[in-house]
Nanobody, 125 residues
């Protein structure tokens, strides 16, 4: 069975930092393009960032570019999102995703995407 476990969310003040982690088991971690989505109440789901299976290509939404950094550790089967200079508008439930569609202009889930359970990020002003 595939397991996807997220951690690292919490409550921080504007300007602070958090690092989200997502660890998997039961799948071939090395072959997946993976990333992070977020959704705030009343808003559409947004693709935040992704990294290709090779680790050679990354994507960032314009809203987080320059503040967030995605990385992966294949030896630990772990995906990370380092979030710096956090803003109140970053407040959302964040979901890691393994196996997704990546293209030059963005990212989308597909029918085979594996999802984490979500971790809440709240940024106070």
């Amino acid at each position: 069975q595939v397991q996807v476990v997220e951690s690292g969310g919490g409550l921080v003040q504007a300007g602070g930092s958090l690092r989200l982690s997502c660890t998997t088991s039961g799948l071939n971690f090395d072959v997946y393009t993976m990333g992070w989505f977020r959704q705030a109440p009343g808003k559409e789901r947004e693709g935040v960032s992704c990294i290709t299976w090779s680790g050679g290509t990354t994507y960032y939404a314009d809203s987080v570019k320059g503040r967030f950094t995605i990385s992966r550790d294949n030896a630990k089967n772990t995906l990370y999102l380092q979030m710096n200079s956090l803003k109140p508008e970053d407040t959302a439930m964040y979901y890691c995703a393994f196996g997704l569609i990546y293209y030059s202009g963005g990212m989308r889930p597909n029918q085979d995407t594996y999802w984490g359970q979500g971790t809440q990020v709240t940024v106070s002003s």
